[in-house]
């Protein structure tokens, strides 16, 4: 059935989707009657003018008859195209027989798409997490928000579905393709709403993404995978640079191939990957502040209208400012909360997440630098992931020693006061926040480089952005300072041939979906090697 393209069919934000085929009738010149099939391809808000908001819809639609597109086309109506969609790649399994099961390392979004690939394609995937299952975790992370002992295995960034299950679930991902639709369309399947597909910012919300997870790991487990829960990598046995098991926390595992998907805070495995001699780099990275505001003045600069905000919810901003050093807003979360994002014991640093309805008060965004290899203060391949370390102990024992979170107004810092430590301000951080001065708790150029991007920022909202905003941190976690080595089109180690490093973790990703396709593109460089279990 021929399809066409319809782009840029804008529309009112309080007109429903279903007046959709009235305008398309009008677009192509049909009758209603001929708009039988279609369905949305992409939907983005335009909110240039705050008064006047309007959707943006990218439309399929399928005509019943060859002869309805050739009077479409013979127009030559603008913004209407035949559209052919990209085929998506049938990878051919290959020959070589695997001795043992593949292994995953690790089941964040690189982990979790690695291994429920292998697990379709007959592979009977091994899934290593050092972590516990998704209840568990929700479990131990309420106990630690309430005051509890922090546990270093199972927390907001190690534990079934990786940091990727507590940082509020964004899928917006600078990849195209079929690669990312397949990926979108295994999360939908496993519990995501189906506006996922074409949303610009589709957003999962922490509350859906342990069920989301959970669902994936029970899929997986009936196509033939296995987990093992609080079994952490320890060594890797290599003989002439090929991979022929694993030395672990519950004991050894022979394997000829592994995913490795560690996330980007195993400090320790990066350690150990540096002594095995698997080879690594330094890598630019993000870090900075959380910046937290009244949900209600971001709905206001955004939307204009109180209306609004009934129709399209807590509103989120991108910002941007551009200097001798960049400053950027990062993982905006609208109505939501700040978190620690704590893997090592002795240690403070902050993140965002929000729930599907975004509905608490507060607003929160990272606001990032990025900081170069050459300024990591040492020329060690991990001398980034230390820098990461230092501040966060610093920040720790600063803020009084018990997990809280330092926290200072943003004209305090702005002005480089130091606050009284008896001030209390309000935050959604829930374990509690110690005022200080933030200057300790990151290196100075990032400090300096904050300092002169806020004010830009807030010239952009003709003065809405910092009043009543307050600064928490650090904000270290946002990317990896770290590379795992590859080869381009093996996609394997090339200290240990059967070793795939990907996603966050390797350095190769900057978020859930760009970290899922690249666990998925290496399950399938596997796939196109080696004969599935299941055929043996």
Not at 339 to 349: F, M, N, Q, W
Not at 459 to 468: A, V
Request: glycine share 10%; charged share 25%; proline share 7%.
């Amino acid at each position: 059935m021929p399809t066409l393209r319809i782009v840029n069919l804008r529309t009112g934000v309080a007109e429903p989707e279903s007046d959709l085929p009235r305008r398309l009738a009008h677009r192509l010149q049909l009758g209603e009657a001929d708009i039988t099939r279609w369905r949305i391809l992409r939907k983005s808000l335009d909110a240039r003018s705050r008064f006047d908001l309007r959707f943006v819809y990218t439309v399929l639609v399928d005509l019943p008859e060859e002869n309805l597109v050739k009077r479409v086309l013979a127009r030559k109506p603008a913004e209407v195209e035949l559209f052919v969609p990209p085929p998506y790649e049938q990878v051919e399994p290959g020959v070589e027989r695997l001795e043992h099961r593949p292994v995953v390392i690790g089941s964040g979004p690189a982990g979790l798409l690695a291994a429920y690939y292998l697990a379709l394609k007959g592979y009977q995937p091994l899934i290593l997490e050092r972590g516990q299952p998704v209840k568990q975790r929700v479990s131990a992370i309420r106990t630690f928000d309430s005051g509890g002992e922090h546990d270093p295995e199972n927390n907001y960034l190690f534990g079934e579905g990786g940091a990727g299950t507590f940082s509020d679930g964004k899928l917006t991902c600078r990849l195209s393709g079929p690669d990312v639709d397949w990926v979108l369309e295994r999360i939908v399947e496993c519990g995501g709403k189906s506006s996922l597909l074409y949303e610009q910012r589709p957003h999962l919300g922490s509350n859906r993404l342990p069920l989301i997870v959970r669902n994936f790991r029970r899929r997986i487990e009936q196509m033939g995978g296995e987990y093992r829960f609080g079994c952490r990598l320890e060594g890797l046995d290599i003989a002439d640079g090929r991979l022929r098991g694993l030395h672990t926390s519950s004991g050894y595992l022979p394997t000829t191939q592994a995913v490795l998907a560690i996330g980007h805070s195993a400090r320790d495995t990066y350690q150990m990957l540096l002594a095995a001699g698997i080879p690594l780099r330094p890598k630019a990275f993000q870090l900075g502040l959380r910046i937290e505001q009244p949900q209600d003045q971001v709905n206001r600069h955004k939307y204009g209208r109180a209306e609004y905000v009934e129709l399209l919810g807590a509103a989120d901003y991108t910002l941007t400012a551009r200097g001798e050093r960049d400053v950027y807003s990062f993982c905006m979360c609208a109505g939501g909360i700040t978190i620690p994002s704590v893997s090592e014991p002795g240690c403070i640093a902050t993140n965002g997440m929000s729930n599907s309805r975004h509905n608490t008060r507060y607003a929160n965004s990272g606001i990032m630098v990025t900081l170069e290899p050459h300024e990591f203060g040492g020329d060690h391949v991990l001398a980034g992931m230390e820098l990461q370390r230092r501040y966060e102990r610093v920040a720790f024992e600063l803020a009084g020693g018990n997990y809280f979170a330092p926290i200072q107004t943003a004209g305090d810092f702005l002005a480089g006061r130091t606050p009284p430590r008896e001030q209390r301000l309000a935050s959604s951080y829930q374990r509690g926040t110690r005022s200080m001065n933030l200057d300790a708790i990151l290196p100075p150029v990032v400090i300096s480089a904050i300092r002169a991007g806020l004010p830009v920022m807030d010239r952009k909202w003709r003065g809405d952005f910092l009043p009543h905003a307050t600064l928490l941190g650090p904000e270290m976690r946002g990317s990896s300072p770290i590379r795992i080595e590859r080869d381009l089109e093996s996609r394997q180690s090339p200290a240990c041939r059967g070793l795939y490093p990907v996603g966050e973790g390797a350095g190769f990703a900057g978020g859930i979906v760009s970290a899922a396709v690249d666990g998925l593109l290496s399950g399938k460089q596997l796939v196109r090697q080696f004969a599935p279990l299941s055929a043996g």
